[in-house]
Nanobody, 124 residues
Framework: QVQLVESGGGLVQAGGSLRLSCAAS????????MGWFRQAPGKEREFVAA???????YYVDSVKGRFTISRDNAKNTVYLQMNSLKPEDTAVYYCASRKHGYSDYYTDSVYEFWGQGTQVTVSS
């Protein structure tokens, strides 16, 4: 059984930083792409960042230069380092594990396992 457990969310002032963690069990992250998505109140879930099985990274334009996705293979954990946070980054952040055989990283339908989410709130 695959489980993804996020942690690291919280309340931070604009300009601050947070690091989210996603600990995976039941699946080796180096064999599957992993992604981060977020959903703000009243909005659809949107792609934030992803890391491929071979370490390639992908970002939505709004977070490029501010967020960094990485992983610790020994801990089977994926991270999202978020710097220069803005109020518009406020959302519930979810990590997800991608299905095999897809080239897309940006669409949520290609991910098959999801964590429970962690709240990130950025005050102005």
């Amino acid at each position: 059984q695959v489980q993804l457990v996020e942690s690291g969310g919280g309340l931070v002032q604009a300009g601050g930083s947070l690091r989210l963690s996603c600990a995976a069990s039941g699946r080796t992250i180096t064999r599957y792409g992993m992604g981060w998505f977020r959903q703000a109140p009243g909005k659809e879930r949107e792609f934030v960042a992803a890391i491929s099985w071979n370490g390639g990274t992908y970002y939505v334009d709004s977070v490029k230069g501010r967020f960094t996705i990485s992983r610790d293979n020994a801990k089977n954990t994926v991270y999202l380092q978020m710097n220069s946070l803005k109020p518009e980054d406020t959302a519930v952040y979810y990590c997800a594990s991608r299905k095999h055989g897809y080239s897309d990283y940006y669409t949520d339908s290609v991910y098959e396992f999801w964590g429970q989410g962690t709240q990130v709130t950025v005050s102005s």
